[in-house]
């Protein structure tokens, strides 16, 4: 048995989207699939909403058609040979900075996917039998702090009232037992916000989140997934 104390356990989520020009990337495989990272971890969520550059490491741009972007992980999937030598491979885009949720004492998780009943009149057995629909991910977060608190310390700011506000989809990163822990990346939503007050308790707030399908506005995106465990 492997247990597991979560006290040093980290939940963060996205800040505000920041420009990133000849991102070192760290590259692996053989040509014609090899895969560059951005080695900087802080960096490493790309922004969706803005398309990628890349280039090889002679400096000459990489062609789009020859390259498709994992956002949530800052991966450049290569589908043609690409010269990674000398200063390596560069990425030019944007990436989402991380922000720990201070003050958060409980995370829940739940996934699972809908069942859809495809009983008919005619079976012959007399149990239920069921199609695997759409996957779901949903789950909430207890802070002791306000939710007004600035969790960016730079030049933006980001509130978790806003972010519920406003519907900002916003990637939320929960690691499990510090660092080196298993850590689950996802694409949320913020959908609700629950105060809780006991006279010989102290005052809480549980925001409720679920998440949502991975969007992007360009064509070379990868297809992934939009929640993913670091040993998946």
Known sequence: MVAIPAYNSRLQITGTSTAITDEPTTTSGVNPSKISQVTDTLKQILDPSIAVSVKDGAGAAVPVANYAVNYMFGKINHNSN???SG??????GQYLPLLTVANCRV???K??????????????????????GLRSLNGSFEILDSPY????????????????????DKVLTFRLGGSGGDEIRAWVKIVGLDDSAEVDDLYKRR????????????????????WKWSHE
């Open 107 to 109: 995370v829940s998780l």
């Open 82 to 84: 690409v010269d990674s």
């Open 111 to 132: 996934q699972g996917r809908k069942p859809l009943n495809i009983s008919v009149f005619s079976d012959t057995i007399t149990a239920e039998r069921y199609l695997m």
């Open 207 to 226: 925001f409720n989140f679920v998440g949502c399908g991975f969007s992007h506005a360009n064509v070379n995106a990868l297809s992934e997934a939009s």
């Open 149 to 168: 608190v600035d969790l960016d310390s730079g030049g933006g700011t980001v509130e978790l009232f806003d972010i519920l506000k406003q519907a900002t």
């Open 87 to 92: 200063p390596g491979v560069r990425v030019t």
